[in-house]
């Protein structure tokens, strides 16, 4: 099999690249010609002693490396594939404490006490709540907007309701919802140079989430409330989490449920206002498609990573115990053998097996249904409420190696 014609050098997780854009072209190269491939790194540059990973492309083998944990751990080197060149193996060690770098049978202990505040009914008890807040989320925006009706879509708009429906979820005071949002920006945007963060101001906005959440799980024990704070901590003798844990998993939370959600829905607003003709479909017929296919044309998390258990094969190509394996979402979910014309935007697209909330297994995403739910609302909100919006600038993307980040999208309703 040839190999594709990418410069000597080239890094799917360069934050530079991922700063300016998703490498689609190069994922394509990659799909039709070499697959699995091995990505050589300087040592350390990612945070592990060794050099390099497998870049894995194509949409089933990122669902095989996804559904076989017993060969494929998220827990020996954690699922993020690039951490600062600076992190300690000690710093790195402490996140296998987040559920996200946890294998079975701990991770599934954990999974099942936290998914029942994930439950169909869970979700559904919130969606009033919830569509009120964005009703009121776009009014803001619209009272806010500038004397020509212009304002940045991300701030404004996009991280608002993923952080309100945490702070319902979980029983955070919605005052305090400006604290989880910059702590979660300091735990994400440690390669964007914009937000001067070290790994020692991540490490310390963690701990700052870790220790709100667990003061929150003791006043809950002390005080059960109907929330599902109480559900997962009243009774940790009788199958719960402990405070630690519960902490663990608001940062969890915090990162993949509110970073996710909000680029996904600001990737779906400038998805729209660059398609007005699916813009204008949207508007017409809200399409019950329209969620998923925000989601997959995102991709927000562009990768995660595993790490082989034991020698084995994956697409023709011998992967060694201990290599470091990096499933790409955002090449799966333009893979041309599962998905017709993936280059188009298409809230229509039916069926769409896109791997935006992961490729099945222990790790599919807990809060798909709540992340439908969010998407669904803001949309219906902002098509009511501003059908004419319009772009005024292009994206400000964030530097990051795994996530499809934008830090600003002006806008305007006028």
């Given amino acids: 099999m040839p190999c594709p014609a990418l410069p000597d050098g080239f890094d799917f997780t360069d934050p530079d690249l991922l700063q300016d854009r998703v490498p689609l072209p190069e994922f394509a190269q990659l799909r039709q010609t070499e697959p699995v491939r091995w990505v050589t790194q300087p040592p350390r540059i990612s945070g592990y002693d060794d050099a390099g990973y497998w870049a894995v492309t194509r949409h089933e083998d990122v669902k095989y490396v996804s559904t076989h944990p017993e060969l494929f751990s998220s827990n020996l080197n954690t699922a993020i594939i690039r951490f600062n060149e600076t992190i300690s193996r000690d710093q790195i060690e402490v996140q296998k404490l987040i559920m996200l770098n946890m294998d079975p049978p701990e991770h599934t202990r954990v999974r099942q006490i936290v998914q029942r505040g994930f439950t169909p009914r869970a979700v559904r008890s919130l969606e009033d709540a919830l569509r009120a807040r964005a009703g009121s989320i776009v009014e803001n925006a619209l009272a806010q907007a500038g004397p020509d009706g212009s304002f940045d879509f991300v701030t404004n708009v996009a991280v608002e309701l993923p952080l309100q429906a945490i702070a319902e979820l979980i029983g955070v005071p919605q005052a305090d919802r400006s604290k989880i949002f910059d702590w979660s920006n300091k735990m994400a945007g440690y390669d964007d140079p914009e937000y001067a963060i070290t790994e020692e101001i991540g490490a310390e906005a963690a701990m700052e989430i870790v220790a709100y959440a667990m003061n929150l799980a003791a006043a809950r024990k002390e005080c059960p409330a109907k929330d599902i704070v109480s559900q997962l901590v009243a009774a940790e003798d009788e199958g719960n989490l402990s ?9 969890l939370l915090a990162v993949a449920g509110n970073e996710t959600t ?10 729209f206002l660059t398609h007005p003709d699916q813009w204008e479909l949207y508007q017409r017929e809200r399409p019950a498609t329209t969620a998923e296919e925000i989601v997959r044309w995102a991709t927000p998390v562009v990768s995660f990573q595993r790490t082989a258990t034991q020698d084995t094969d994956l697409g023709g190509t011998r992967i060694k115990k201990g290599d470091r ?6 090449s799966a979910n333009h893979d041309p053998d599962v998905f017709a014309s993936p280059e188009r935007f298409d809230i229509t697209r039916d069926p769409n097996p896109h791997l935006g909330f992961g ?19 803001i949309f219906n909100a902002i098509a009511d409420a501003m059908p004419g919006l319009h772009l005024t600038g292009d ?6 190696a795994w996530l499809n980040g934008v830090k600003e999208l002006q806008v305007s309703t006028r």
């Fill in 395 to 400: 994206p400000r993307r964030l530097r990051s």
């Fill in 262 to 271: 909000r680029n996904a829905i600001t990737h779906g607003m400038h998805a």
């Fill in 243 to 251: 405070s630690d844990e519960f902490g663990f998993f608001v940062i």
């Fill in 359 to 377: 490729g099945g297994g222990p790790h599919f995403c807990l809060g798909k249904s709540l992340a439908v739910l969010e998407i669904n609302l």
């Fill in 325 to 330: 394996v990096g499933i790409f979402y955002s």
